[in-house]
């Protein structure tokens, strides 16, 4: 029997979902499954700048789709972020240090066959919609979500 890491990515700061994605595909490479839910701000990591539309979407939905961030590449920093300068430094110095960019990591996590879930109830009050996810995000409810994550040896909330 196979191990399973299970985790939610709430957060929607760049260096918390570099973190996420390092552990998802690390967990990959030693052959244990990995679930990750997206909830709220994190949906935003899944969110693909080719795909958005602002079709079927209330005016608030709009507004808010408008303000959020677009993608990966456009997620700040939890600390230091000084209005995108941070994260600037950040990249370079990981740049430097031949780290890869989060899009690098989230790329790997698809290859590797990560399992990606959108939170229903998160996209609905967001105004999200699955088309404008990557393809590889299925949508389940929080009772979905915890039948997958009781299984699981290892569960993370970031």
Known sequence: MSKKMNMILFSGDYDKALAALILANSARELG???????????LFLL???????????????????????????????????????????L?????DDEAPPLEAFLSGARKKGVNFYGCKLSMEVMGLKKDELIDEVKVIDAKGYLKDAIDSEIQLFI
């Open 91 to 95: 990249k370079e110095m990981m740049k």
């Open 32 to 42: 244990i499954d990995v679930s990750m839910f997206f909830a709220f701000w994190g």
């Open 47 to 89: 969110r693909d700048p080719q795909k958005i539309s602002e079709e079927n979407k209330t005016s608030y939905e709009k507004m808010f789709s408008m303000v959020s961030p677009k993608g990966p590449e456009n997620l700040p920093l939890s600390k230091m972020n000084f209005s995108g300068l941070g994260k600037i430094l």
